[in-house]
């Protein structure tokens, strides 16, 4: 699935937990989408998926939310363009 990165950040919160966001759209999807990101090591990745902005259609919605179940190689872009902007 094409997607595109509009904003990416990622940060560590006072028990070093990491707290990241990413807003990316999706190709043939209306509205972008903003991804919350939470991690207590890294190496497990909690998530919460919305719409960046305006509400969108809601079956687009669904499928985004089942694509970053299934497409592992997309989840973690999201995460490694979060991650990316604490390297900086």
């Known amino acids: 699935m094409e997607f595109q990165i509009i904003k990416a950040d990622m940060s560590l919160d006072e028990e070093k937990h990491y707290l990241g966001h990413v807003t990316f759209s999706l190709a043939g999807h209306q509205t972008p989408y903003e991804i919350t990101l939470f991690s207590k090591k890294q190496n497990q990745w909690d998530y ?35 991650l990316d902007t604490m390297k900086q």
Do not use: I
């Open 48 to 82: 919460s998926l919305n719409f960046s902005g305006d509400s969108g259609v809601e079956e687009e919605f669904l499928k985004a939310d089942e694509l970053l179940e299934e497409d592992d190689d997309l989840f973690d872009a999201l995460v490694d363009a979060a």
